[in-house]
């Protein structure tokens, strides 16, 4: 069965944070998430229930990394994370987007993010 993308929108101004959000479910997708992929389209992200620790390993270009609560709240914004690195921070969810998604969103730590199907 098709997954059918969420949209992420930022409640605070309403701004469209990624308007083709899919979950990653089951071992292989949450495992490989976006390695090997030459490019992320604009707009595109992958989701993560919970959002362990994630890495950017065999990946070719840099993500920007945004932790939520239970509630969908911001913890934290990575910008820019590189291939080939770690981040051990674990959060209830876990969005991988482009690099400049989240600031296009001016999206901020306290903001919370609405999900549209």
């Known amino acids: 069965m ?3 993308p969420l949209k992420a929108i930022n409640c605070r101004n309403e701004r469209v944070f990624l308007d083709d959000l899919r979950e990653a479910k089951g071992f292989w ?3 490989a998430g976006l390695m090997l992929r030459p490019a992320l389209p604009a707009g595109e992200g992958l ?3 919970p959002g362990r620790s994630v890495h950017t390993h065999f990946m070719r270009f840099p993500i920007d990394l945004v932790f939520l609560d239970e509630e969908g709240r911001v913890q934290a914004i990575r910008e820019a994370m590189p291939p080939w690195r770690f981040d051990l ?3 209830a969810v876990l969005i991988e ?3 400049g998604a989240a600031r296009a969103a001016d999206l901020h730590v306290g903001d ?3 999900f549209d199907a």
């Open 2 to 4: 098709k997954q059918h």
């Open 29 to 31: 997708r949450t495992f």
């Open 47 to 49: 989701l993560f229930r």
């Open 89 to 91: 921070r674990n959060a």
């Open 97 to 99: 987007a482009n690099v």
């Open 112 to 114: 919370r993010l609405r």
